[in-house]
């Protein structure tokens, strides 16, 4: 199975300023087309986790700017350029790749 | 708009077991991958198994293989992921979502399942 490491667990951050998960895989996420097979996502309080970046560095449909997801083979990042109140939650990543899908341990962001 | 409404909480018997059901509305059900995911109290998340109804093949998390089965039925367009034997870890969370080239880019509402003994 491929294993998910996240970076920081915990991560308090003052408003407007910028934040950064890192997540790392055991074996290569990419596949032979070249694409990444990492996504994103934020679970906000008490909600159903919601994608935010998807095949490492796409932006999902309605996800503001300040998200960017990079990173490649078996290292990636997620940024916030900004961080805003609406931003708290714990954040996962996941890889697609191959079965099982595995997720990263998730990132508690609160705001300081 | 693709939506994934679940069924609601329930309270089960240690022992026992529970069926939880994910209806899909919107775009073409048989072709989706369907994977549900459990998220114990105040823990992460964890893949269970999937599904793809044009198929009907399923793969399943090792964790769980051996006890949990999960079902389609194309006529109503819904999902089941069935767990047996329960025991009280499995007091859980448990989630169905799409998974597209978007990853998991559709989720239900989320199940509680208790378990009490």
């Known amino acids: 199975d491929i294993v998910m490491t996240q970076s920081p667990l915990s991560l308090p951050v003052p408003p407007g300023e910028p934040a950064s998960i890192s997540c790392r895989s055991s074996?290569?996420?990419?596949?032979?087309?070249?694409?990444?097979?990492l996504s994103w996502y934020l679970q906000k309080p008490g909600q159903s986790p919601q994608v935010l970046i998807y095949l490492g560095s796409n932006r999902a449909s309605g996800v503001p700017d300040r998200f960017s997801g990079s990173g490649s083979g078996t290292d990636f990042t997620l940024k916030i350029s900004r961080v805003e109140a609406e931003d708290v939650g714990v954040y996962y990543c996941l890889q697609t790749l191959q079965t099982p899908r595995t997720f990263g341990q998730g990132t508690k962001l609160e705001i300081k | 708009q693709v939506q994934l409404v679940q069924s609601g909480a329930e309270v089960k018997k240690s022992g026992s077991s529970v069926k939880v059901s994910c209806k899909v509305s919107g775009g073409t059900f048989s072709s989706y991958t369907l994977s549900w995911v459990r998220q114990a109290p105040g823990q992460g998340l964890e893949w269970m198994g999937r599904?793809?109804?044009?198929?009907?093949?399923?793969d399943y998390a090792q964790n769980f293989r051996g006890r949990v089965t999960i079902t389609a039925d194309k006529s109503t367009s819904t999902v089941y992921m069935e767990l047996t034997t329960l025991r009280s870890e499995d007091t859980a969370f448990y989630y169905c979502?799409?998974?597209?080239?978007?990853?998991?880019?559709?989720w239900g509402q989320g199940t509680l399942v208790t378990v009490s003994s």
């Open positions: 599904i793809i109804p044009i198929f009907n093949t399923t």
């Open positions: 074996q290569s996420l990419q596949h032979r087309n070249g694409y990444n097979y």
């Open positions: 979502a799409r998974e597209g080239v978007e990853g998991f880019d559709y």
